[in-house]
């Protein structure tokens, strides 16, 4: 069973940088795709990007491209968010996700690990 933690969520203002880390445990992630959620208050768990078990392939929502970047390290069983020009639209907390069905190029609907969160916060 893979566990995952996030990382470097904190309190930014509109237009600066964040880079978020998750790092997983357990078992390796190598073979897995991997991503990112967020749920703002009084909204559902919105998708925001996910990188394929490949890494070379990579899906963003339209809100965010240009100013999220998605990475991932195998040696270091971590997936990341860097996140710039920073709005206060961004504010969530942010949640990392793996699948638990390999070699697939997206995470799937329903079948992903998924870890606590990290709470960003963007003041405008």
């Known amino acids: 069973q893979v566990q995952l933690v996030e990382s470097g969520g904190g309190l930014v203002q509109a237009g600066d940088s964040l880079k978020l880390s998750c790092a997983a445990s357990?078992?390796?992630?190598?073979?897995?795709?991997m991503g990112w959620f967020r749920q703002a208050p009084g909204k559902e768990r919105e998708f925001v990007v996910d990188i394929g078990w490949r890494g070379g392939s990579t899906y963003y929502i339209d809100s965010v491209k240009g100013r999220f970047t998605i990475s991932r390290d195998n040696a270091k069983n971590a997936v990341f968010l860097q996140m710039s020009s920073l709005k206060p639209e961004d504010t969530a907390v942010y949640y990392c996700a793996v699948s638990r069905i390999p070699y697939t190029r997206r995470l799937l609907d329903d079948d992903n690990t998924w870890g606590q969160g990290t709470q960003v916060t963007v003041s405008s």
């Open positions: 357990g078992r390796t992630v190598r073979n897995y795709a």
